[in-house]
């Protein structure tokens, strides 16, 4: 009797150290689960303390709800095997764990009878990898949910696999504690994560407000500085300039057919930016480069250097006034620069203010170039006005000058235009780059002359001043169009133009009839079949009487009556009698002149003209047959195609 009284106290005592131990272990958990608001570290912490807490435990799994997909997912786990179990997601109901989930409320199931029905309500996915999670056989099961404020966060589910009464009542009241514990901590880590997040996002967004302020001071500085440029009246160079040393990169503003307007590289650059950028020779001639790649405007895109020496790209940007396209700036980009942002916001301020510019620039220049058109249109009219003098001295003409009237056309324009796929901005473009262009290189020389277009020929009304002799300053002129016509070849090097230079006027109302001359010599010498022609009308003399003729073909008869049959003797004999002709009309018959200017002998000299004589049935000594060959060299220099011999 007395061995069971000590037995029956010493059960007693074990319960109630074991109960101690259970309870110092809760307060235990309930320290650790508030240490740390993470919500995985604070997972983690509650998978591992309950095989503490319930020695039976020998599997525990936490399953958390996730609304996004309506299921239960696997967030921590001991005793199973982890990748299989994260590849089971249970929907609210199916299995044990779902039902404690779905009803909010403990439940212990115990025999395999009871627990092969919960696992019977799997999915048929689930179903499958139920066995691949433990490699035993479940006995005991518990499942309480996650419950806060009545609302079901998630459950966990503990197993034993060793006898269907390892968990008792108890275990089960205990195991739902700590899952209200849990709720507790995994709600506060959300929130606590919820407001880190905000504390974030609140972060990158003052950021962005300070980023944008700190482009829109940019933006202001940017369209201060060049907007005051512009106002000043310093012009495209100017703005150029600054747009370089805002970048610090070099910068070229292009027209629409891709010529330099302006360059600049910037003016103050550090010795890490200068291993970067090109020096100012290779930046020209990557612009030159640039000009000779790109043909039309769609292919102004972007521009890549192939060239890795110098980083990054050049990237090409539209100048537009509305919908009307008036340019490109052409800048260095780098590669991974943080300026990129920058960059662009101080390229479009600059392409709308370089706008303005350009527009104010073609706006003066075609007012200019209206009131000169105008002008030519009142002189080439029958009757001048009384006032036409006032108004030709406003835009330069000097009555003490002598004026020749020269042409310089196009020549096959419209198949330019075609070949190019020209759209009308460009051509308009054009023009004015031709007029810009003839009007600085003749004013440099004359500035008195005045230039201006009609239709698709630049009209120049070249000024020379009085003083010398006028064969003296026919020779300038003639000197200034071939002058003209040399550097048209180089700066448009894929059209060719043909030129025309009348004979002198020192008045307005003779403007008209020398402008018809040097006209008519084009229309006859110039275009397609004859490009490239350069026609001095005080060299046609009485032919260009001949010229004013109608009858086209009574001037072919006439040249093939007379040359005809020289003509055709040279290209049956590859001889050239007909130039020994033409330059002893042009020595006025001098023996020794001709001889001189051929480089022949007397003799030999003699000799051709002899057989000159033979072969064209006409006297060089006769007066009458002289000026027929005469009239007929002439408009054979003119125009060779009249003689349908030749």
């Known amino acids: 009797m007395t061995y069971s009284i000590k037995t029956t106290q010493y059960s007693s005592k074990k319960a109630n150290r074991l109960e101690t131990d259970r309870l110092r272990k809760i307060t235990e958990v309930a320290r650790l689960l508030t240490a740390s608001l993470e919500t995985t570290t604070v997972v983690q912490t509650i998978i591992e303390i309950i095989p503490q ?40 109901g199916e299995s044990m764990s779902g039902y404690a989930f779905l009803h909010n409320r403990p439940v212990l199931y115990a025999g395999n009878m009871n627990i092969q029905q919960g696992i019977d309500s799997m999915t048929p996915q689930n179903r499958l990898l139920q066995p691949q999670i433990t490699p035993m056989q479940t006995k005991s099961v518990m499942c309480a949910p996650l419950d806060f404020k009545g609302r079901a966060l998630g459950v966990i589910t503990v197993n034993n696999f060793q006898a269907t009464d390892a968990f008792t009542e108890f275990d089960l009241e205990l195991l739902q504690s700590l899952a209200s514990q849990a709720s507790i901590s995994i709600e506060n880590s959300r929130l606590y994560e919820e407001q880190r997040q905000s504390i974030i996002e609140l972060a990158q967004l003052n950021q962005i ?17 060049l907007s005051g440029l512009a106002l000043q009246n310093r012009g495209l160079v100017a703005i150029t300039q600054a747009l370089a040393d805002i970048l610090g990169q070099p910068v070229a503003v292009l027209d629409l057919l891709f010529n330099v307007l302006a360059q600049a590289q910037p003016s103050e650059i550090n010795l890490q930016l200068a291993e970067s950028l090109f020096p100012p020779e290779e930046w020209c001639q990557q612009v030159e480069k640039l000009r000779a790649s790109i043909k039309t405007e769609n292919d102004a895109v972007l521009w890549l250097d192939p060239n890795p020496k110098y980083g990054g790209e050049k990237k090409i940007f539209p100048v537009q006034a509305g919908n009307d ?33 350009m527009v104010k620039e073609q706006t003066i220049f075609e007012v200019e170039r209206r009131l000169r058109g105008e002008f030519l249109e009142e002189i080439l009219s029958e009757k001048l006005d009384d006032n036409i003098g006032k108004r030709a001295t406003l835009l330069g003409y000097d009555s003490s000058c002598l004026y020749w009237i020269v042409l310089a056309d196009i020549d096959d324009f419209r ?25 600085t290189l003749v004013t440099r020389y004359y500035p008195k002359s005045i230039v201006t277009v009609r239709s698709d020929m630049v009209v120049i009304m070249l000024g020379t001043p009085s003083g010398p002799a006028q064969e003296v300053l026919r020779e300038r002129a003639y000197r200034m169009i071939l002058e003209i016509k040399n550097q048209l070849a180089q700066e448009f090097n894929d059209i060719s133009f043909s030129l025309a230079i009348s004979r002198p006027c020192g008045e307005l109302n003779l403007f008209r009839l020398r402008y018809q001359e040097a006209l008519l010599s084009l229309q006859i010498t110039g275009g397609a079949t004859n490009p490239g022609k350069v026609v001095d009308c005080s060299a046609l003399g009485s032919a260009l009487l001949l010229l004013k003729v109608e009858d086209k073909a009574e001037l072919v008869e006439f040249v093939d009556s007379v040359l005809g049959n020289l003509i055709k003797y040279d290209q049956q004999h590859q001889s050239n009698l007909i130039n020994t002709l033409q330059t002893y009309c042009k020595c006025n018959s001098d023996h020794q002149l001709t001889t001189n200017e051929l480089h022949i002998h007397h003799n030999t000299l003699s000799y051709r003209l002899g057989r000159i004589e033979e072969i064209i049935g006409r006297s060089l000594s006769r007066t009458d047959d002289w000026l027929d060959i005469q009239l007929a060299l002439r408009l054979f220099l003119v125009y060779p195609g009249y003689s349908r011999s030749g």
């Open 415 to 439: 198949g330019y235009i075609q070949k190019n796929n020209l759209q009308e901005s460009t051509i308009a473009a054009f023009k004015r780059q031709l007029l810009k262009f003839i009007t």
């Open 325 to 357: 396209k008036l340019g490109y700036i052409l800048t260095a980009q780098w590669q991974n620069d943080a300026k990129d942002d920058f960059a662009e916001v101080a390229i479009e301020q600059a392409a709308t203010i370089i706008a303005l510019e």
């Open 209 to 225: 407000i300070s980023h944008q302020h700190q482009q829109l001071e940019h933006a202001l500085h940017i369209h201060r500085t």
């Open 53 to 92: 807490v319930i020695p039976a435990v020998e599997a525990c799994v936490l399953f958390l709800y996730d609304s996004n997909i309506d299921r239960l997912v696997a967030r921590a786990s001991v005793g199973f095997i982890a990748n299989t179990l994260q590849q089971i997601q249970l929907k609210p």
